[in-house]
């Protein structure tokens, strides 16, 4: 198994240019997630899904859509990217067994995104 | 709402003394905790978890944390560190009554380990 894979791993983008995430998990979970990681803050959520074809805000969606059409893929879009987009964006993806409060989330080596 | 502290961002030890990783939370409900560490250029991964079972968790790599809930803490430890020990280490809480297993995670910890 794979695990969780992140596509690309690195990326520099200009002020007002799209681009797409693409996180990938092979291990047939319901669950996924994307975060962002900054100096000092720690992992903060962005959007989530609980399964294909649903998907829900986190904590810090403004500027990102997401889309999950198949149970195994879940893409972050950046529609306008801004210098505030800079970040490290960690997906990641559980699989409900008992309490999905309770279940281990599985993470991807990360993006790690320039917008100059 | 739920949050995690860290306290201290950066902590030193020497090769073989012992960790000490601290981690406070606050939660309206009985909380569930988790300790994960991330090595530089990768993803997150789970150390441990306390899920309201026994206190004292073990995890892998001979790190444990202890539940607290009077000093509502949840610190990690590990006895005697070793140089592969170094990476940033994140506390996390989960348990806030929503459906998708939302994690607050902590600033997170950079622990270096001296020869």
């Known amino acids: 198994n794979a695990g969780v894979t992140q596509t690309p791993k690195f990326r520099v983008l200009k002020t007002g240019q799209s681009m797409t995430l693409l996180c990938a998990q092979d291990?047939?979970?319901?669950?996924m997630y994307w975060y962002r990681q900054d100096p000092g803050m720690g992992l903060r959520l962005i959007h989530y899904?609980?399964?294909?074809?649903?998907?829900a805000k986190g904590e810090v969606p403004d500027g990102y859509n997401v889309s999950r059409l198949k149970k195994q893929n879940f893409l972050l879009g950046l529609e306008s990217a801004a210098p505030s987009q800079t970040s490290v964006y960690f997906c990641?993806?559980?699989?409900?067994?008992?309490?999905?409060?309770?279940?281990?989330?599985?993470f991807g080596p990360g993006t790690r995104l320039t917008v100059l | 709402a739920q949050s995690v502290t860290q306290l201290g961002s950066h902590v030193s030890v020497s090769e073989g003394a012992l960790v000490l990783l601290r981690c406070n939370y606050s939660?309206?409900?009985?909380?569930?905790l988790f300790w994960y560490v991330q090595y530089p250029n990768q993803g997150l991964q789970l150390l441990l978890k306390?899920?309201?079972?026994?206190?004292l968790v073990k995890g892998i790599n001979g790190f444990e944390a202890e539940f607290k809930k009077s000093e509502t803490s949840f610190h990690l430890t590990k006895p005697s560190a070793h140089m592969s020990d170094a990476a940033e280490y994140f506390c996390?809480?989960?348990?806030?009554?929503?459906?998708?297993?939302?994690?607050?995670f902590g600033q997170g910890t950079i622990l270096t380990v001296h020869p």
């Open positions: 306390y899920t309201s079972a026994a206190t």
């Open positions: 291990m047939n979970h319901e669950y």
């Open positions: 996390a809480v989960s348990g806030g009554g929503t459906s998708y297993g939302k994690l607050t």
């Open positions: 990641a993806s559980s699989y409900f067994y008992r309490s999905v409060e309770t279940d281990t989330q599985y």
């Open positions: 939660s309206s409900v009985p909380p569930y």
């Open positions: 899904s609980v399964g294909e074809g649903t998907t």
